[in-house]
């Protein structure tokens, strides 16, 4: 089953432009993370917003998180070429500590930066 | 770039025949996982280990086994490989506590013909 759905599943925009990707989920969660992915590769690790966190910045990246609405938002600002990819949202429902984080990954969205 | 190295990172095979993935790990995280991505379908969680000899099923562990006799190496095994196994597996690892990230292989791509 999917826990979270991207939106939009493909983006393109010029290099400059801001680029904002949404992620809706639909049971409680523990925390969620943002993943990118180059072609042919593995994800890499993004940023991790807890639950009672809504907004967290890394770079140019700000995540903001909606509990109430179950959805969470990625906004690349003053996008370049080098993030052209797909990028995933992903839920951890389990609060335990001491457990495996058993993430349950949506679909993606494909991004297109362009010069 | 954690230190994650799947094995083979491409393979073709024939129905029937038995495939063995290997995960090697140099970072000494407590946690394992085996996913397959496929279009349309995002990454699904497969099997994952929370420590040597110790593992649990994820969402789609049918038709699938793994084994951890080390703390480094997480091998997923298709006991008889179907067509519908042909995917994209990739290992990842994550270490102990709350709120810890995944660090994820670069794949396996494999087909089934």
């Known amino acids: 089953s999917q826990q979270g759905e991207e939106d939009p599943q493909a983006l393109s925009i010029q290099e400059g432009e801001n680029a904002t990707m949404n992620c809706s989920y639909k049971t409680s969660i523990n925390n969620l993370q943002w993943y990118r992915q180059n072609s042919g590769r593995g994800l890499v690790h993004l940023i991790l917003i807890r639950s009672n966190e809504r907004e967290k910045h890394s770079g140019r990246l700000r995540v903001t998180l909606d509990t109430s609405k179950k959805s969470s938002s990625l906004l690349i600002t003053a996008s370049r070429a080098a993030d052209t990819a797909s990028y995933f949202c992903?839920?951890?429902?389990?609060?335990?500590?001491?457990?495996?984080?058993?993430?349950?990954f949506g679909t993606g969205t494909r991004l297109q930066v362009t010069l | 770039d954690a230190g994650i190295t799947q094995s083979p990172r491409h393979k073709v095979t024939e129905t029937g025949t038995p495939v063995t993935l290997r995960c090697h790990q140099t970072?000494?995280?407590?946690?394992m996982y085996w996913y397959r991505q496929d279009p349309g379908h995002g990454l699904r969680l497969i099997h994952y280990s929370y420590g040597v000899k110790d593992t649990d099923k994820g969402e789609v562990s049918d038709g699938y086994s793994v084994s951890r006799s080390k703390t480094e190496d997480f091998l997923l095994t298709l006991e008889s490989a179907t067509s519908s196994q042909t995917s994209v597996y990739f290992c990842?690892?994550?270490?102990?506590?709350?709120?810890?990230?995944?660090?994820f292989g670069d794949g396996t791509r494999l087909s089934i013909l």
């Open positions: 990842a690892i994550s270490g102990q506590g709350l709120n810890q990230p995944q660090h």
């Open positions: 970072e000494n995280h407590r946690y």
């Open positions: 992903a839920t951890d429902m389990d609060p335990n500590t001491g457990t495996a984080s058993k993430l349950t």
